[in-house]
């Protein structure tokens, strides 16, 4: 398996309140990514990186933002949850600089907010 | 945005019969992944495709990159009960690794 974590797993929150999602990885892979995935939408992409300090958005970034100051940590932060934020988050990586671009994900986050 | 259409949504079928899914778009691909995903856990790859026509296998599942680079399909021979999960196709038309993903088969397979 790829050396990803995430952390916390589990979180109950309330709306309004600030929230933050770890990602680390051990791989020293380039590009990592944050998706959410919620019945009937399959995983949908908030925010990825493509190098230290070099980010871009994705899909469904509203009321997301990241931040990535080292190769091995990528960070979600939810500014003032809401209920629609409720989900299961989903760290990935890859290498593309390998010619290959598959993705590994993390074992995911289960967000409630109440 | 770009959308892939995942068909099907879900399949019941018996232990031991063949399954097969697939995955189009509208855009081109140089790149489709087949993904499996466990109740409670990330999305593990099965297969990567990376040629336009290319046929590959991994155990019992095939899956094929199509010559319009527009769409793929898995199979899966002869399943069994672990088969049971979530499957999703994902698309990269760059070399960005950015990937846009289906919204999955459910597969449940009875005994």
């Known amino acids: 398996d790829a050396g990803i974590t995430q952390s916390p797993r589990h979180k109950v929150t309330e709306t309004g309140t600030p929230v933050t999602l770890r990602c680390h990885q051990t791989?020293?892979?380039?590009?990592m990514y944050w998706y959410r995935q919620d019945p009937g939408h399959g995983l949908r992409l908030i925010h990825y990186s493509y190098g230290v300090k070099d980010t871009d958005k994705g899909e469904v970034s509203d009321g997301y933002s990241v931040s990535r100051s080292k190769t091995e940590d990528f960070l979600l932060t939810l500014e003032s949850a809401t209920s629609s934020q409720t989900s299961v988050y989903f760290c990935a990586i890859s290498n593309t600089e390998d010619g290959y671009n598959e993705q590994f994900f993390g074992p995911g986050t289960r967000l409630t907010v109440l | 945005g770009q959308q892939l259409n995942q068909s099907p949504q879900s399949m019941f079928i018996q232990e031991g019969e063949d399954v097969s899914m697939n995955c189009t778009s509208s855009?081109?691909?140089?790149?489709w992944l087949w993904y499996k995903q466990d109740p409670g856990e990330g999305p593990v790859l099965l297969i990567a495709?990376?040629?336009?026509?290319e046929l590959t296998s991994n155990g019992r599942l095939t899956a094929q990159f199509g010559i319009t680079r527009k769409d793929s399909f898995l199979n899966i021979s002869a399943s069994i009960p672990s088969d049971v999960g979530i499957y999703f196709c994902?698309?990269?038309?760059?070399?960005?690794?950015?990937?846009?993903f289906g919204d999955g088969t459910t597969l449940t397979v009875k005994p």
């Open positions: 791989e020293n892979h380039r590009y």
């Open positions: 994902a698309g990269l038309h760059t070399n960005a690794g950015k990937s846009t």
């Open positions: 495709l990376y040629k336009a026509g």
């Open positions: 855009s081109i691909f140089n790149t």
